[in-house]
């Protein structure tokens, strides 16, 4: 090749869609980052993977450029899920390996997931369990139900962190990861999420979401054995909420 030429060639349809992806993917923090996987923080109204009306600007472009890997293509690495509107952690898988490991332990129940709720109403007794299987709702499908024809298990517990004039602060922990299992189930025990326009009641405290925060992951690695801890903050948004609930 002499100084001067040019050489023309095409991106690989599969490389230039990656690379769109990724200029598109919203900023994103790490809370914990290793070799064989990441935990990231998740903002609110950041969907985390492609689906009907989000083609792009997902969690799952973002994790491109963090070297997410295993699972299906436009969901890669990603093990376990947070609704749009939840704000908190996620751990994702960077190799196959990792992948296949961390689903293991999403199934063994031994991936600890800890949320803040801020719920309207005050709780019978400082903690409990709730087992209700979850699914569909018979009427709505853009809801999820007790009322269901696709019956799931799900298991949800909770613990009172404080007890304010209207409402409660809860500590929930996900025995399960059904989709919008804590909203139902907190709902079904006439605890509804502050906030959530689905399930309880919108705009309360000046919320523009659902009070729902996980602020806490814990695993043992799946690849090298230790420990691996990782908390989140309240948000803004819902600090501020907390405020005017007191």
């Known amino acids: 090749m002499q100084e001067g030429e040019e050489i023309a060639f095409e991106v690989p349809e599969r490389e230039a869609a990656v690379a769109a992806a990724v200029e598109e993917s919203p900023s994103l923090h790490v809370a914990h980052q290793d070799e064989h996987l990441l935990v990231v923080d998740k903002p609110p109204g950041l ?31 990603i093990v376990h899920r947070l609704d749009r509107d939840t704000s908190g952690l996620l751990v994702v898988a960077r190799s196959n390996e990792a992948f296949e490991r961390l689903q293991e332990l999403v199934r063994a129940r031994k991936l600890e997931r800890e949320y803040l709720a801020l719920v309207r109403g005050k709780p019978r007794s400082r903690s409990g369990r ?48 059904r989709m919008h299992q804590i909203r139902v189930h907190l709902a079904a025990i006439n605890l509804p999420v502050a906030g959530d326009a689905v399930y309880g009641i919108g705009g309360e405290l000046g919320l523009e979401r659902q009070f729902l925060h996980a602020v806490r992951l814990g695993f043992d690695h799946p690849i090298t054995g230790r420990r691996v801890e990782a908390t989140s903050p309240l948000p803004h948004d819902l600090a501020a909420a907390l405020a005017r609930a007191r």
């Open 47 to 77: 969907v985390v993977h492609p689906g009907a009306g989000h083609a792009a600007g997902t969690l799952a472009d973002a994790l491109l450029s963090h070297g997410a890997a295993g699972g299906e293509e436009g969901r890669l690495g």
């Open 130 to 177: 709730i087992e209700a299987p979850i699914g569909r709702d018979r009427r709505d499908a853009t809801r999820q139900s007790l009322d269901t024809e696709t019956p799931r298990e799900a298991v949800t517990h909770f613990e009172l962190e404080e007890r304010l004039p209207r409402h409660a602060l809860l500590r929930v922990r996900l025995e399960t990861g």
